[in-house]
T-cell receptor, first 111, second 113 residues
Framework: SQQGEEDPQALSIQEGENATMNCSYK?????LQWYRQNSGRGLVHLIL?????REKHSGRLRVTLDTSKKSSSLLITASRAADTASYFC???????????FGKGTKLTVNP | DAGVIQSPRHEVTEMGQEVTLRCKPI?????LFWYRQTMMRGLELLIY????????DSGMPEDRFSAKMPNASFSNLKIQPSEPRDSAVYFC???????????FGSGTRLTVV
């Protein structure tokens, strides 16, 4: 089944550094979404990138999409301790509205 | 809008008891999703609805699990009888349309002892 596979599984950086997380998927998509989950909380939608877009920005977030490689990346610039969370990519399954989440990347930003 | 509202936040129950988890989606959202999260299995999609109609329940683990959406403002997920392996955080999410982002509730942490 289609689900995003995030890499790395865990990432630890210092405050102020940039964090890059990668996502690979298997089948063609219309869009791909990224979510954040703080410990003990629900997921929060960060950004949606459509298949005809190559890059999208939202504040300190930059998402890229390469449909030829079936991959996406999430860059967080000038990271803060508050960015500590798990990050998930979610490609829709089979062109549907159904999102199947992978294991995520656990990001730790050390003050 | 208050977002997606789930209740209760925490539930501790004994094995064999019936458990009911509740969800109020965002008004106007056409899609409602139920997920379960554990350390071992991550986030699993259990079932989802479109306009109150169940579309895909292939993720429901077994017949002990059932979910209904009697109207656009409410859904419940029932486990009867509950078992210790059902212990997890259960999330409800809603979406405006098929291409939109999901809004998740805060989850219900279920512990079955």
């Amino acid at each position: 089944s289609q689900q995003g596979e995030e890499d790395p599984q865990a990432l630890s950086i210092q405050e102020g550094e940039n964090a890059t997380m990668n996502c690979s998927y298997k089948t063609s998509i219309n869009n791909l979404q990224w979510y954040r989950q703080n410990s003990g909380r629900g997921l929060v939608h960060l950004i949606l990138i459509r298949s005809n877009e190559r890059e999208k920005h939202s504040g300190r977030l930059r998402v890229t999409l390469d449909t030829s490689k079936k991959s996406s990346s999430l860059l967080i610039t000038a990271s803060r301790a508050a960015d500590t969370a798990s990050y998930f990519c979610a490609p829709p399954q089979g062109g549907s509205e159904k999102l199947v989440f992978g294991k995520g990347t656990k990001l730790t930003v050390n003050p | 809008d208050a977002g997606v509202i789930q209740s209760p936040r925490h539930e501790v129950t004994e094995m064999g008891q019936e458990v009911t988890l509740r969800c109020k989606p965002i008004s106007g959202h056409d899609y409602l999703f139920w997920y379960r999260q554990t350390m071992m299995r991550g986030l699993e999609l259990l079932i989802y609805f479109n306009n109150n109609v169940p579309i895909d329940d292939s993720g429901m683990p077994e017949d002990r699990f059932s979910a209904k959406m009697p109207n656009a403002s409410f859904s419940n997920l029932k486990i009867q009888p509950s078992e210790p392996r059902d212990s997890a955080v259960y999330f409800c999410a809603s979406s405006l349309d098929r291409a939109g982002g999901y809004t998740f509730g805060s989850g219900t942490r279920l512990t079955v002892v």
